[in-house]
């Protein structure tokens, strides 16, 4: 089995900064891509940041120059810096990593259980 353990949301006020945390474990023989997803009530789940096992990185537009994601591959924990956070930032956000568990098996998308981020104006 392969879990995915995601600490760091709460209750923040604008401008303020919170670090969320996600770390694999079980059997994982690679992981490629690590990401943050989020989704607000009443709309769809989105990609927030994401990093490849090559270190190359994308992040959506409103998100830019205010969060920075980072990985870990030591301890197959990835993290999302947030700062300057907006009401707007306000939603459960999911850690998604793109894992290899063994050396003949294709790829696959796991989740986390999700962390609640509020942000108050």
């Known amino acids: 089995q392969v879990q995915l353990v995601e600490s760091g949301g709460g209750l923040v006020q604008a401008g303020g900064s919170l670090r969320l945390s996600c770390a694999a474990s079980g059997i994982i023989f690679s992981i490629n891509t690590m990401g943050w997803y989020r989704q607000a009530p009443g709309k769809q789940r989105e990609l927030v940041a994401a990093?490849?096992?090559?270190?190359?990185?994308n992040y959506t537009d409103s998100v830019k120059g205010r969060f920075t994601i980072s990985r870990d591959n030591g301890k197959n924990t990835v993290y999302l810096q947030m700062n300057s956070l907006e009401p707007e930032d306000t939603a459960v956000y999911y850690c998604?990593?793109?894992?290899?568990?063994?050396?003949?098996?294709?790829?696959?998308?796991?989740w986390g259980q999700g962390t609640q981020v509020t942000v108050s104006s």
């Open positions: 998604n990593v793109a894992m290899k568990r063994t050396y003949y098996s294709r790829s696959v998308d796991y």
């Open positions: 990093e490849t096992s090559g270190g190359r990185t």
